[in-house]
């Protein structure tokens, strides 16, 4: 990661920011100053200096990530004037300079069209999610992500998973680059260097959460190669409900049964680090069948 100054541009095409608009939105988006140091590239202490700062100018790439990182436009990240037509050195341009500024932006507006027609250099980004059918309240289950990037290469991407309302996260892995305050939103920041990639986390539902109740999740992947941007929303199972039934038991039999427990073992467990309970679901397994206690919050096994 670079540690930039705020006026060292080495001659890179510089931008004036207002500090104060960035970190509102950062703040608005639950966003630490960690999470959009990663995303830009810089340290967090050239992020609380550009936050601190009522219109520092920054180098124009490190300006258009911290846009991207903050969801808005690189516009309304600008101060009044300098969106007016003020450039970074006070001075308004002499109107030659304008139109030949305006030949140039044509220039690169036609070439960016046709490098977008070209098709992005990342190629395809999939982003699938797997769910359990349900879960009981007060009880935990995993939740899978998995990504195929059809073009690997030097580009990084950004994952993003957001809870419903009744879900606490428990643990994750990898650990997300960032959580949002309400600890509803998990952010990761990873490179696309591989043409599979797998996230999974363990959640886990609020006691008193009503039975019958359906839960949805949402997610997205951002990315950016190239000159190409844009995102996917992700796809797969995005919905659960709450049931008095164990995860794992997919059929909702109150039995797990050799299919499902080989489902775990061969599809869930392999797939992370985290633990998803594998004792509890041989020990269910084992049994004739399994119930709900209510009082208890937790399965208990049937002969």
Not at 11 to 25: E, F, K, L, N, Y
Not at 33 to 56: C, F, H, K, M
Not at 167 to 176: G, V
Not at 184 to 203: D, S
Request: proline share 7%; aromatic share 6%; charged share 25%.
């Amino acid at each position: 990661m670079e540690h930039l100054d705020d006026n060292h541009g080495q001659g890179a095409p510089m931008v004036r920011i207002d500090g104060r608009a960035a970190r509102r939105r950062r703040e608005e988006l639950g966003l630490t100053q960690l999470y959009v140091a990663t995303a830009v590239g810089v340290t967090t202490d050239t992020i609380s200096r550009w936050e601190n700062r009522r219109s520092p100018s920054i180098k124009r790439d490190n300006a258009l990530r911290l846009a991207e990182a903050l969801e808005m436009p690189l516009e309304a990240l600008q101060p009044a004037e300098a969106a007016e037509g003020e450039t970074a050195t006070g001075r308004r341009p002499s109107r030659p300079l304008v139109l030949l500024l305006a030949v140039l932006a044509a220039a690169l507006a036609g070439g960016a069209a046709w490098w977008l027609a070209r098709g992005p250099a990342h190629g395809r980004i999939v982003a699938e999610r797997r769910l359990p059918p349900h879960a009981a309240p007060g009880a935990a289950f995993p939740v899978l992500l998995r990504l195929q990037v059809e073009r690997p290469g030097d580009y990084s991407l950004i994952l993003r998973e957001r809870l419903p309302a009744g879900c606490t996260l428990l643990r994750a892995d990898p650990p997300p680059t960032s959580t949002a305050a309400d600890g509803r939103e998990l952010v990761w920041i990873f490179p696309a260097n591989r043409p599979r990639l797998t996230f999974g986390y363990v959640a886990r539902l609020a006691p008193g959460i009503p039975m019958g109740s359906r839960l949805a999740f949402s997610g997205r992947v951002n990315y950016r190669g190239g000159m190409a941007r844009g995102r996917h929303e992700t796809g797969g199972t995005a919905a659960l409900e709450v049931r008095p039934l164990h995860w794992a038991d997919l059929d909702g039999n109150h039995v797990i049964d050799d299919q499902e427990i080989l489902t775990v073992y061969d599809v869930l467990a392999p797939a992370t680090k985290l633990d998803i309970g594998l004792k509890e679901i041989e020990a269910l397994w084992a049994a004739s069948g399994y119930r709900w206690n209510e009082d208890r919050k937790e399965f208990e096994g049937e002969d």
